[in-house]
T-cell receptor
Framework: DTGVSQNPRHKITKRGQNVTFRCDPISEHNRLYWYRQTLGQGPEFLTYFQNEAQLEKSRLLSDRFSAERPKGSFSTLEIQRTEQGDSAMYLC????????????FGSGTQLSVL | AQSVTQLDSQVPVFEEAPVELRCNYSSSVSVYLFWYVQYPNQGLQLLLKYLSGSTLVKGINGFEAEFNKSQTSFHLRKPSVHISDTAEYFCAVSDTGGFKTIFGAGTRLFVKA
């Protein structure tokens, strides 16, 4: 168990630029989640994959956000035309099948939009 | 839809004192309940979870939580805290038929010497 890995750890970008984050889940985990966390708040659900299928996307997520999980392995989260309000910690988590299964979180990618 | 309310944003407590972190949830269906902890500069990790059965659940590091269905609560307790327990604690809920885990806003536990 090598844990959930996220890259980069930090990303600073200018408003209007596109950014992409990568998540490598625990290898045998079918489920992969993206959450966003801002200061003083809990993780906010963004989207969820069961293997390679994206099964739900939060209504809070604008069309500028897109996520993929090709071949059910690693996942990428892209934000197009970044805005200052996108500044946050982006967390990836993975789990085995089952709503009762615990989530294993990565250390996150801290995005700062200037 | 589920929601989670953590009633205290910050809880300061002296070392070796008992502590209770409060959590209430709202759901129209059966749920699973979790407490996660986030130590400074670390990722979230599971403390404990309630799935079914005994309403008192024991977790790591001496923490326990009690599920109260009538009050829709899942409060976290520890009889004697240590400096190393200083962290952010998140209560979370997922419905038994779904996949999405919803988190509360968190409670920052600050243990003073």
């Amino acid at each position: 168990d090598t844990g959930v890995s996220q890259n980069p750890r930090h990303k600073i970008t200018k408003r209007g630029q596109n950014v992409t984050f990568r998540c490598d889940p625990i290898s045998e985990h079918n489920r992969l989640y993206w959450y966003r966390q801002t200061l003083g708040q809990g993780p906010e659900f963004l989207t969820y994959f069961q293997n390679e299928a994206q099964l739900e996307k939060s209504r809070l997520l604008s069309d500028r956000f897109s996520a993929e999980r090709p071949k059910g392995s690693f996942s990428t989260l892209e934000i197009q035309r970044t805005e200052q309000g996108d500044s946050a910690m982006y967390l990836c988590a993975s789990s085995l099948d089952g709503a009762y299964e615990k989530l294993f979180f990565g250390s996150g990618t801290q995005l700062s939009v200037l | 839809a589920q929601s989670v309310t953590q009633l205290d944003s910050q809880v300061p407590v002296f070392e070796e004192a008992p502590v209770e972190l409060r959590c209430n949830y709202s759901s129209s269906v059966s749920v699973y309940l979790f407490w996660y902890v986030q130590y400074p500069n670390q990722g979230l990790q599971l403390l404990l979870k309630y799935l079914s059965g005994s309403t008192l659940v024991k977790g790591i590091n001496g923490f326990e939580a009690e599920f109260n269905k009538s009050q829709t609560s899942f409060h976290l307790r520890k009889p004697s805290v240590h400096i190393s327990d200083t962290a952010e604690y998140f209560c979370a809920v997922s419905d038994t038929g779904g996949f999405k885990t919803i988190f509360g806003a968190g409670t920052r536990l600050f243990v003073k010497a």
